[in-house]
């Protein structure tokens, strides 16, 4: 980092490690979760931007003022957003319109350039990721400086969560952590985490929690990219090897829907006064089931993503989790 990093980016990282009082003493363990939703835009995804913007510096491809253009589902966007403004850089930020309503709006009030487009699967030319990159192709024909940040494909992204996540987890467990396990978007986290984990040795077991619709679950258990089912959660669900999950081998993997995590997301915010986002649901209601596999007495750590106002009208809008099928906490029907 340069000396002279905008104040704003030193708040990135260095979240703190926070005990999950209920689900440690269901299953007899120490189940604790890194508080990303800390960071200064909410997400874990602060620190992927960070990275790939530092590193695109280092490389020389970013000039002054040049534009930093991603494919996002929008995390990452706000991320972007608050570390290239800093920095004195444009953004154009690419997200399917399915995604929420306050991210977008987050993004709109952060100022981001940005351009909706249609969920359309991976393969199609129209993927968001794939209007990102030819959005960046073009400024750069045209002779300005312009990057596309690339996420799940560009390395910076896990180098990141090696240097920092996965140090600062080390650190914060004095090495007393038996697994690690989360859910995968590009990998980034998973990934650098596992990488920085097993520096110090094969005894933290890495673990793998697919939502419903995601493909590595089977990929992991039996060597097949395969989905079954959906899952509404934003931000996870991957059907690809991204270069960031490249050379990953996990030592389980496990799969949660959406029904069975969102109970965690309501219960810790009735009981313990943490409101989350469903990625972390997912990845609590996976490290349970670690827990359970691992037997009492042992330390399951996983990420707390993002917070969730940034779903507010859905995992917490009685209407949207009725139309699809979802559990309604008594609470929540109360205030409907
Ligand atoms: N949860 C949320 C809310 C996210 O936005 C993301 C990033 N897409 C993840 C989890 C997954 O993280 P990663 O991309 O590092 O796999």
Known sequence: MNEHQPALLSLIGNTPL??????????????????????????????????????AERRGLLEPGGTIVEGTAGNTGIGICLVAHALGYRTIIVMPETQSREKKDILRLYGADLRLVPAVPYADDNHYTKVARRIAEELQQRGQSAIWANQFDNTANRRIHYETTGAEIWQQTDGQIDAFGCAVGTGGTLAGVAQALRQHGRNVKIMLTDAMGASLFHYFRDGELRAEGSSVMEGIGQSRITANLEGLDVDDAFQVSDAEALPYLYDLLEHEG??????????????????????????????????????????????????????????LAASD
Request: glycine share 10%; aromatic share 6%.
């Open 18 to 55: 926070i005990r999950l009082r209920r689900v440690s003493e269901l299953t007899a363990c120490n189940i604790l979760g890194k508080a990303e939703f800390l960071n200064p835009g909410g997400s874990v995804k602060d620190r992927t931007a960070l990275g790939i913007i530092r590193d």
């Open 274 to 331: 943490l409101c989350l986002g469903g990625s972390s649901a997912i990845n609590i209601a996976g490290a349970v089931q670690i827990a359970r596999v691992l037997g009492p007495g042992h330390t399951v750590v996983t990420i707390l993503c993002d917070i969730g106002s940034r779903y507010q009208s859905k995992l917490f809008n009685p209407q949207f989790l009725r139309s699809k099928d979802l559990p309604v906490p008594a609470w």
